[in-house]
């Protein structure tokens, strides 16, 4: 047997190199018959190179538009051709015009995407904020969701919209942008996340997870984006808002009987509010349930509460990986 076809390869490494989440391989593999893993001796998935390779010009070919039920029985030489040709029609955009540096922000370091991908990604950005100065939502809408279909879920959610609201803040503060522009790309933002949410379908088992924003934190945008790697992750994720104290969140984890709690905490959590929050919440979870928190405040929060049972993910990426592993133990 050549080493390309030998399955050895268990289904998180799958999803760490073509971005598929594990529902959606086990989906794929029951509805169209894309690859057929072998088994392990205690019943887990084992996967081939090729299987990978397959797999992962199948989830880059997705981002052409096309469907899985249209792409399923695609030889790889024509998802190529797919692929090679969506690239080459990618449209230019530049925000000169506008006054905006579109070099004042450099993509994160974190990411793993190709050159192309980046590109796309920049353009993306300077279009959205083109379309943002003349206030036209529309626009705004119409070029998130090409973003969406050409690069894919976890590059928009990874790349393109930190780098929107880093342009955002950048532009406002050389004051080329009001606050009311950051009030409306926020409101635009958060709608098309929640569109995302609600258009991912999970089987009624899944495991389940409650996203939420505790009392004295404001902003929702990053918990969205959170709720969008939960649900792709496989865990049906139910977003509750912001600003919500902490027996409100407890409560409504043990009436779902929730595996994970995700929070976002943006605000220092030095105060005396967030504190006492925190420490009420992580009292009445249950032991069942791991709480995952994420944004620039809960890294501080770990440095000083070294010994806490709060998992903390610096990104998107990482927060995945956490929801995949814990997953793949449920």
């Given at each position: 047997m050549s080493p390309d076809n030998e399955k050895i390869h268990p289904i998180a490494v799958v999803q760490r190199r073509t971005g598929l989440s594990a529902h959606v391989l086990r989906k794929w593999e029951d509805r169209y018959a894309l690859v057929t893993?072998?088994?392990?001796?205690?019943?887990?998935?084992?996967?081939?190179?090729?299987?990978?390779?397959?797999?992962?010009?199948?989830?880059?070919?997705?981002?052409?538009?096309?469907?899985?039920?249209?792409?399923?029985t695609v030889p790889d030489e024509r998802l190529i051709q797919y692929i090679e040709q969506d690239q080459n029609t990618i449209i230019p955009g530049a925000v000169s015009e506008a006054g905006i540096d579109s070099s004042s922000t450099t993509m994160s370091s974190k990411t793993t995407s190709s050159s192309s991908d980046d590109t796309a990604v920049m353009e993306a950005a300077d279009r959205f904020l083109m379309h943002l100065l003349q206030y036209q939502d529309r626009e705004m809408d119409m070029t998130l969701q090409e973003s969406l279909r050409q690069l894919g879920r976890y590059a928009v959610i990874d790349q393109l919209i930190p780098l929107i609201m880093r342009k955002i803040g950048n532009a406002w503060q050389n004051g080329k942008l009001r606050i009311s522009h950051e009030h409306l790309a926020t409101f635009r933002l958060e709608t098309f996340l929640v569109r995302i949410i609600d258009s991912i379908t999970l089987p009624l088992h899944a495991p389940k997870a409650v996203s939420a924003v505790l009392e004295g934190q404001k902003h929702t945008l990053g918990t969205l984006a959170a709720t969008v790697s939960s649900?792709?992750?496989?865990?049906?994720?139910?977003?509750l808002g912001e600003m919500l104290p902490a027996e409100e969140i407890a409560s409504v984890v043990q009436t779902l009987d929730a595996k994970v709690l995700i929070l976002s905490i943006t605000y220092p959590f030095r105060t005396e509010t967030l504190e006492q929050e925190l420490q009420n919440l992580i009292r009445m979870m249950p032991t069942s349930t791991t709480i995952i928190a994420g944004g620039d405040a809960a890294v501080a929060y770990q440095q000083q509460h070294g010994a806490s049972p709060i998992v903390i993910t610096e990104d998107f990426v990482c927060l995945r990986k956490v929801l995949q592993n814990m997953y793949q133990r449920l």
């Open positions: 893993p072998d088994r392990s001796e205690t019943g887990r998935r084992l996967y081939s190179e090729n299987d990978i390779a397959r797999l992962s010009l199948l989830s880059r070919a997705l981002r052409t538009g096309r469907t899985i039920g249209q792409l399923a649900c792709s992750s496989g865990y049906r994720t139910q977003f």
